[in-house]
């Protein structure tokens, strides 16, 4: 079965320094993945998809297949940054459509 | 486009009544997933509906959950006779189509269900 990591509950750094987000995956397939952020009171969005290659807001995420790991990164956090991450996998449904599986989430805290 | 709105934000039942969540998709989707989000952990999948049709159920569970989509109106998750462990936040999400790899999927702001 699929199975998604985010061993960090809580990531405090300060202003300016380097952010990693650690998520790594289980799947028997091949993979494609996704971080999702959530802003205070706002909704879960797409922060960015590893098929894209791109950055958003800054962020970076390599796929990592020898260490099964999809961390995202960002050389100097914001403090705009602070938000709940999410890692997801997605998996193909066989009548179609796309099912997502999370990770519990990363809360980052950019502090001044 | 308000985008895919949930409502009641929140929901409080009594043990064995029934929870009606519902949905309505981005303007033009006809594509809804449900995500029950229990505390402490991530979402996880429920189902998968398009108007009319449920595609993919394999995260509901066998009894008491059911959900639908019809022609008209929003999609409804239907709890049946709550219990305590079905307090979660229940996100939809929507889409234009069956989700290509370029599509993207948009969440609802979801349903805190408190059952006491």
């Known amino acids: 079965a699929q199975r998604v990591t985010q061993p960090e509950k809580l990531l405090s750094v300060f202003k300016g320094a380097p952010v990693e987000l650690k998520c790594n995956y289980s799947y028997s397939g091949s993979p494609e993945l996704f971080w999702y952020v959530q802003y205070s009171r706002q909704r879960l969005q797409l922060l960015l998809r590893?098929?894209s290659r791109e950055s958003i807001k800054g962020f970076t995420a390599d796929l990592n297949k020898g260490e099964t790991s999809f961390h995202l990164k960002k050389p100097f956090a914001q403090e705009e940054d602070s938000a709940m991450y999410y890692c997801?996998?997605?998996?193909?449904?066989?009548?179609?459509?796309?099912?997502?599986?999370f990770g519990t989430g990363t809360q980052l805290k950019v502090e001044l | 486009n308000a985008g895919v709105m949930q409502n009641p934000r929140h929901l409080v039942r009594r043990r064995g009544q029934e929870a009606r969540l519902r949905c309505s998709p981005m303007?033009?989707?006809?594509?809804v997933y449900w995500y029950r989000q229990l505390p402490e952990e991530g979402l996880k999948f429920m189902v998968y509906l398009q108007k009319e049709n449920i595609i993919d159920e394999s995260g509901m569970p066998k009894e008491r959950f059911s959900a639908e989509f019809p022609k008209e109106g929003p999609s409804i998750l239907r709890i049946q006779q709550v219990v305590r462990g079905d307090s979660a936040a229940y996100f939809c999400?929507?889409?234009?189509?069956?989700?290509?790899?370029?599509?993207?999927?948009?969440f609802g702001s979801g349903t805190q269900l408190s059952v006491l």
């Open positions: 997801a996998l997605s998996e193909v449904l066989t009548g179609g459509g796309n099912k997502l599986t």
């Open positions: 303007k033009g989707h006809s594509h």
């Open positions: 999400a929507s889409s234009l189509s069956s989700w290509a790899t370029n599509e993207k999927l948009f």
């Open positions: 590893h098929i």
